[in-house]
């Protein structure tokens, strides 16, 4: 299955947002990010709780920053195409 980046940064991907700590970029939610992987909300926050996918914690809620979210997609291409 194929993940579009410019669905998981809403379009504000490549260089004007991707790796970019000083831009502010609006969190996702678990449900919002689980919507746009094409995963079940459970299995996101499950594996953000296993440390599996990249979050952080708001007022003690998970949240996901889009250009993270995107690094680790980027990473997994990597190793799928390169067979590692």
């Known amino acids: 299955m194929s993940i579009d980046r410019e669905a998981i940064t809403n379009g504000h991907?490549?260089?004007?947002?991707?790796?970019?700590?000083?831009?502010v970029e609006q969190?996702?939610?678990?449900?919002e990010l689980a919507e746009r992987l094409h995963l079940h909300v459970k299995t996101v926050e499950r594996m953000a709780r296993a440390g599996r996918l990249p979050?952080?914690?708001?007022?003690?809620?998970?949240r996901f920053r889009p250009?993270?979210?995107a690094s680790w997609l980027a990473e997994r291409e990597?190793?799928?195409c390169h067979g590692s």
């Not at 991907?13 to 831009?23: E, I, Q």
């Not at 969190?27 to 449900?31: C, H, I, K, V």
């Not at 979050?55 to 998970?62: A, E, I, N, Q």
């Open 13 to 23: 991907g490549g260089s004007r947002f991707f790796g970019r700590r000083d831009a």
């Open 27 to 31: 969190l996702l939610t678990p449900p």
């Open 55 to 62: 979050s952080l914690r708001v007022c003690g809620r998970v």
């Open 67 to 69: 250009s993270d979210i």
């Open 78 to 80: 990597d190793r799928t």
